[in-house]
């Protein structure tokens, strides 16, 4: 309901609205009644957080230097309100590792232990850096 005063008479009315939240964030409301009465609210959407992360493709765990290996992961629930951030967090000087797509460039031989994070929670693989064992050929 929503009540305002106007001299000494007392406009009374309730109206419905659904409202969908696409994303976590806040929005500002306001019903604006006969063009000059006006009422807003505060609304906050909490995201849906993620309570777990996988690196699905961890069999592969061994790239050939100079070369790529594209590691994909997956969160739960399915519809958590999170991004997947990619990460080094040993070995950067043998790997680098695009932080949107999960791709990984080996740059030399080494062992290389790489993060995905979605929200909170966290996976890790440890990835083995092998020599170009062709490029002295």
Request: aromatic share 6%; charged share 10%; hydrophobic share 40%.
């Amino acid at each position: 309901s929503y009540f305002k005063y106007v001299s000494v008479k007392q406009i009374s009315e309730t109206a419905t609205a659904q409202i969908t939240a696409n994303w976590a964030g806040s929005a500002d409301i306001t019903v604006t009644y006969g063009g000059n009465l006006t009422a807003s609210v505060g609304v906050i959407v909490n995201g849906i957080e993620a309570t777990s992360v996988t690196i699905t493709n961890k069999e592969v765990n061994t790239v050939v230097e100079g070369n790529t290996l594209q590691l994909s992961g997956s969160f739960q629930p399915a519809n958590a309100t999170v991004e997947m951030g990619w990460t080094i967090v040993q070995g950067s000087e043998c790997a680098t590792i695009n932080a949107v797509t999960g791709l990984l460039t080996a740059i030399q031989p080494g062992t290389v232990t790489v993060k995905v994070a979605a929200g909170k929670v966290n996976d890790f693989i440890t990835i083995t850096v092998l020599e170009d064992t062709t490029k002295n050929e």
